[in-house]
């Protein structure tokens, strides 16, 4: 035991651990999901049943999940194993890395598109064109198939090239510096958006909520996003848990992620839905509503062109930093449990996640015929991780806090063994034990059953 955790890497500042772990959640799941699942779900109704998710669902699950990484400084599978021998706990273990493995497959095409998008504001594309042109550069990109592949082909590279390098060295220094430049870059998009003409219409979808509009697939699609969005459910902040010190303190990381994260996702709404209404593009759009009305903003703005390269490298690197973590739950999983070399485990994840991840790309072109289900690869994918598996895994994680490892444990980690505080640990453990399991059991059950 002292021998293995000699040689697991640790996150080496307290500012590495959080600046980590929000670039874990950061990402396209803010700046990309959520205002899409915002616009398919009736707009303001779902802002607030996630904000509800996030604060009385997401913080605890995430917790939860410091709590075991950190107690086991092990990836998700060991994790179980050490703290449940001889149950069957370590299946969520399994779970979480499987989902890993599907989120990093189709999230890899998207990240790949801010790769394409980079390059077309690099070669100014954008610039004077109408949002009809813009739409079918868009789904002509699509529909080229091998474009998309390509781009995912280096996405997943970076991605590989960063966890090959291991966490103090990779993850850290990639995570620490360019976060708060792309909230910068969303406070001047924001300002942009609300003061183009008829953007009353898009702040009023996402502020003015018609409490009719929630319905089961509206609260599940919140769960879901709640969960994608901070990286829960799956064992990312299990695996990034363990190798966080014993002397930092859980709960102020779990605060600092939850609250960054979400203004993130609640800035993007501000850039994204004020424009949209204001150059008409639809709030249903799907996968064209961010890609298409970003460069519309900067077209209407000075010195457009430049931050329009600025914005899409930013959100490469929260990509990134996403993707990251994704690989870094699988690899971490093949190296501790199956004993493969580091490097010999991110090159098969790469490898496999690849061969998985050009269906997604290949699927989103017209006449596709990989399609399941009736949806296509890449939506199918993205449900089925989303939707079911995230708030599954959820479900059982605070479930085994909450009843296996119980108050004592739970309290003995998120108090550093009494030496903080921890005030409302007992509310804390009180959701853990009942609401959230209880809530996260109907949720789930309304959304896919009822
Ligand atoms: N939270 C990331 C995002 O919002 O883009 C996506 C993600 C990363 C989901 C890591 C799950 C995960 F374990």
């Given at each position: 035991m002292a021998e293995e955790k000699k040689n697991r890497d640790g996150f080496g500042s307290k500012i590495g651990i959080i600046a980590a772990a929000a670039g874990s959640a950061i990402g396209l799941g803010n700046i990309y999901r959520f205002p899409c699942e915002l616009g398919?779900?009736?707009?303001?109704?779902?802002?607030?049943?996630?904000?509800?998710?996030?604060?009385?669902?997401?913080?605890?699950?995430?917790?939860?999940?410091l709590v075991i990484?950190?107690?086991?400084?092990?990836?998700?599978?060991?994790?179980?194993?050490?703290?449940?021998?001889?149950?069957?706990?370590?299946?969520?273990?399994?779970?979480?890395?499987?989902?890993?493995?599907?989120?990093?497959?189709?999230?890899?095409?998207?990240?790949?598109?801010?790769?394409?998008?980079?390059?077309?504001?690099?070669?100014?594309?954008?610039?004077?064109?109408?949002?009809?042109?813009?739409?079918?550069?868009?789904?002509?990109?699509?529909?080229?198939?091998?474009r998309n592949v390509m781009w995912q082909v280096v996405f997943i590279f970076l991605t590989g090239f960063v966890v090959f390098k291991g966490v103090q060295n990779g993850i850290e220094r990639?995570?620490?510096?360019?976060?708060?430049?792309?909230?910068?870059?969303?406070?001047?998009?924001?300002?942009?958006?609300?003061?183009?003409?008829?953007?009353?219409?898009?702040?009023?979808?996402?502020?003015?909520?018609?409490?009719?509009?929630?319905?089961?697939?509206?609260?599940?699609?919140?769960l879901g996003q709640g969960f994608f969005s901070l990286s829960l459910g799956m064992g990312a902040l299990i695996t990034y848990g363990s190798y966080i010190k014993k002397n930092d303190n859980l709960t102020t990381?779990?605060?600092?992620?939850?609250?960054?994260?979400?203004?993130?996702?609640?800035?993007?709404?501000?850039?994204?839905?004020p424009a949209a209404f204001s150059f008409g593009v639809k709030p249903t759009a799907g996968m064209g509503l961010v890609f298409n009305t970003i460069p519309m903003i900067f077209n209407q703005m000075v010195g457009g062109y430049w931050f329009c390269i600025i914005f899409f490298v930013l959100l490469a690197i929260a990509a990134l930093t996403s993707t990251i973590s994704l690989l870094e739950v699988v690899v971490a999983y093949l190296s501790e449990e199956l004993r493969l070399k580091r490097q010999t485990a991110t090159v098969l994840a790469c490898l496999l996640a690849l061969l998985v991840g050009c269906f997604a790309s290949l699927s989103l072109k017209e006449g596709t015929p990989f399609v399941l289900g009736g949806r296509t690869v890449f939506d199918a994918m993205d449900f089925v991780s989303s939707n079911i598996m995230l708030p599954l895994g959820g479900l059982l994680i605070v479930i085994f806090v909450g009843w296996k490892l119980g108050k004592s444990k739970f309290f003995d980690e998120i108090s550093n063994e009494?030496?903080?505080?921890?005030?409302?640990?007992?509310?804390?453990?009180?959701?853990?034990?009942?609401?959230?399991?209880?809530?996260?059991?109907?949720?789930?059950?309304?959304?896919?059953f009822a």
């Open positions: 398919n779900n009736g707009g303001a109704a779902f802002l607030l049943v996630y904000l509800a998710v996030v604060l009385f669902l997401g913080l605890p699950v995430m917790l939860s999940e990484g950190r107690r086991t400084q092990s990836n998700p599978v060991g994790a179980f194993k050490k703290l449940a021998p001889k149950s069957a706990w370590p299946v969520v273990g399994y779970l979480g890395v499987l989902c890993g493995f599907i989120i990093l497959a189709f999230y890899s095409t998207v990240a790949g598109w801010t790769l394409e998008y980079i390059v077309k504001s690099v070669g100014n594309s954008f610039s004077g064109k109408d949002l009809s042109v813009i739409e079918q550069d868009f789904v002509d990109f699509h529909n080229t198939g091998w990639y995570s620490k510096i360019l976060m708060p430049l792309l909230l910068v870059i969303l406070v001047i998009l924001g300002i942009r958006s609300v003061t183009l003409p008829g953007a009353k219409e898009g702040v009023a979808f996402l502020f003015r909520p018609d409490f009719s509009k929630i319905t089961g697939k509206v609260l599940i699609s919140a990381t779990a605060l600092s992620v939850t609250l960054s994260d979400t203004l993130i996702a609640i800035l993007a709404g501000v850039v994204i839905f009494g030496k903080l505080k921890a005030p409302v640990k007992s509310l804390v453990f009180f959701i853990i034990r009942y609401l959230a399991p209880i809530a996260i059991a109907i949720i789930f059950y309304e959304g896919l």
